[in-house]
């Protein structure tokens, strides 16, 4: 039975080959808005596997400069490094996280030596370095929030003078980019920039970061500082304040589980909004792939894709430098 439907206006007529789909295509993200997150260690070779995050390594120093050169040849400049610290380091005050022999300075300063054209950020947090694993000072089970923002502000100052393009204070801790700002501009850093991690949730999708850098809480959890997940509208209040203080970048974390909360953000400021696409997303979709459940290229371009309709600008992702490749194939 032959049956014509009389219609003049028909989408798939938008669709009907690849030429015309590419004509239309609304949201089409390139390789210069993604930031690579990397992994240091202060050994001068490693390449370390972590299990929970399959094709990311902990890379010491050899390695990482080989990353980056790597990276910058697939079209990646923006890269964001967090410490792998020994556990030897680690003391209640995170002392090492403001230690002029810090390897994670050291680091920071040999790459813009070697590759000057790269943006660098940083992670402004007391977790990486607290032999109790929260983002502040613990004292009898509560997190203090004022006393660690002079602890903050000083590693944010070390790691301006170490050559960061762009503190990333992923504490949480009230008033953190107030504090940054006001000593960053007191010591002649202005021009250094603060992507605040501005609704940053208590997530269950943390798992494999926190595995890859030793740094989860030894007690209780992040729920006092780190958002409700239940909370959009509460990221609103947040997004003020940082504004307030002199942020420059908003950021939601994690991303796919707060799509509306990216695109809430893009509908009311008027600053870059970035999102980061934590390491449990990506373990999500390695996992599926490798178990042939789902495309793992295909699957990962709609992911970040899908992210950067809702609203941000900038993506933080371990799929960075599979992206890059992807792109530069087609």
Known sequence: MNYILAMQKRPRRNRKSSSIRSLIRETRLGTEKLIYPLFI??????KNPIASLPGQFQLGRTELLSEIEESLNLGLSNFVLFPVVDEGLKDEKASYGTSVDNFYLKRAEELKSSFPEICLMSDVALDP???DGHDGLVKEGKILNDESLPILQEMALLQAQAGFDIIGPSDMMDGRVGAIRSILDEHQFSNVSIMSYTAKYASAYYGPFRDALDSAPKSGDKKTYQMDPANALEALREAELDTEEGADFLMVKPALCYLDVIRLLKENSKLPISAYNVSGE???????ASNGWLEEEIAMEEMLLSIHRAGAEIILTYFAKDYARLQAQK
């Open 41 to 46: 260690t202060a050994d001068e070779q490693a």
């Open 129 to 131: 370095y607290s032999s």
């Open 282 to 288: 990506y373990a999500m979709l390695k996992a599926a």
